[in-house]
T-cell receptor, first 111, second 112 residues
Framework: GENVEQHPSTLSVQEGDSAVIKCTYS??????FPWYKQELGKRPQLIID?????GEKKDQRIAVTLNKTAKHFSLHITETQPEDSAVYFC??????????FGKGTMLLVSP | NAGVTQTPKFQVLKTGQSMTLQCAQD?????MSWYRQDPGMGLRLIHY???????DQGEVPNGYNVSRSTTEDFPLRLLSAAPSQTSVYFC???????????FGSGTRLTVV
């Protein structure tokens, strides 16, 4: 089955800096890669996703890039703000029916 | 449109007790999954379903049962609660495979 590894486990940045979180996956047939943000005490919420027919997708300050050859995908957050502080999870398909998640990255943005 | 609704939000059980965590969605989603979240462990898949009458085991299924008699409901049963099952449980659903999941608000379970 699919295995997703996520790095780093924690990331501290200053407000206005960029943050990058990287995930690797094992199944070369995987073709859908979502990212979730989970604020303290809340549910995970989908913030952006990418399918394997594109290499990059942007939505305002966040972007995701995909390298199918190397089997990794990354979340990029530019001009970070304190409200970006949260735990971020990457995921990949497990078979055809569900998702498997990375262990998460705690992002801390200091004012 | 309530999305994915989980009940209860909090529960304390004694070791050996059984209970059912409820999950319902009103989006006509075919795919539903249960995850547990523990510190440093991310979201681990317990059981999942691709439609009414069809369920399968995930990464950590021991001690849990599921059934899917309707498209809307996907309850998770703890057969005999153990302290190792202390966790936050999330139910999630999606419209189809290769689609983003919508999560419920979670159930925080403590087994003493």
């Amino acid at each position: 089955g699919e295995n997703v590894e996520q790095h780093p486990s924690t990331l501290s940045v200053q407000e206005g800096d960029s943050a990058v979180i990287k995930c690797t996956y094992s199944d070369s047939a995987s073709n859908y890669f979502p990212w979730y943000k989970q604020e303290l005490g809340k549910r995970p919420q989908l913030i952006i996703d990418i399918r394997s027919n594109v290499g990059e997708k942007k939505d305002q300050r966040i972007a995701v890039t995909l390298n199918k050859t190397a089997k990794h995908f990354s979340l990029h957050i530019t001009e970070t703000q304190p409200e970006d502080s949260a735990v971020y999870f990457c995921a990949a398909p497990l078979g055809y029916s569900t998702l498997t998640f990375g262990k998460g990255t705690m992002l801390l943005v200091s004012p | 449109n309530a999305g994915v609704t989980q009940t209860p939000k909090f529960q304390v059980l004694k070791t050996g007790q059984s209970m059912t965590l409820q999950c319902a969605q009103d989006m006509n989603h075919e795919y539903m999954s249960w995850y547990r979240q523990d510190p440093g462990m991310g979201l681990r898949l317990i059981h999942y379903s691709v439609g009414a009458g069809i369920t399968d085991q995930g990464e950590v299924p021991n001690g849990y049962n599921v059934s899917r008699s309707t498209t809307e409901d996907f309850p998770l049963r703890l057969l005999s609660a153990a302290p190792s099952q202390t966790s936050v449980y999330f139910c999630a659903s999606s419209r189809r495979d290769r689609d983003g999941y919508t999560f419920g608000s979670g159930t925080r379970l403590t087994v003493v």
